[in-house]
Nanobody, 130 residues
Framework: QVHVVESGGGSVQAGGSLRLSCTAS????????MGWFRQAPGKEREGVAG???????SYTDSVKGRFTISKDNAKNTLYLQMNSLKPEDTAMYYC????????????????????????WGQGTQVTVSS
């Protein structure tokens, strides 16, 4: 079974920055498609950022220009650099991973593929105070 672990959350003031990391592991030779999600109290889970099949990136509108997703395939690690944080970014941030087994990652499309088939981590809390 795929094991997914997020880290890097914390409490910051508005305007601050955080960098989240997510590592997926199962076998040493495995590779993964991965994406970032968040869920604020009382709200539905939201796809934040992910990669498309051509390795281009997609973001939800509210984080465009402030968040940057990146990855290190050799380490099976996904990152989310979050700058200019706002109180409305406060949420539990989750990473989802799907073992590729030779097939390309699906288009991001808000992360629907991951919602249906992904393995999820425990999440890392991000709190932004005004």
């Amino acid at each position: 079974q795929v094991h997914v672990v997020e880290s890097g959350g914390g409490s910051v003031q508005a305007g601050g920055s955080l960098r989240l990391s997510c590592t997926a592991s199962r076998y040493s030779y495995s590779s993964y498609c991965m994406g970032w999600f968040r869920q604020a109290p009382g709200k539905e889970r939201e796809g934040v950022a992910g990669f498309n099949s051509d390795d281009s990136t997609s973001y939800t509108d509210s984080v465009k220009g402030r968040f940057t997703i990146s990855k290190d395939n050799a380490k099976n690690t996904l990152y989310l650099q979050m700058n200019s944080l706002k109180p409305e970014d406060t949420a539990m941030y989750y990473c989802a991973a799907i073992e590729t087994r030779g097939f390309p990652c699906h288009e991001w499309n808000g992360g629907r593929w991951y919602v249906d088939f992904g393995t999820w981590g425990q999440g890392t809390q991000v709190t932004v105070s005004s």
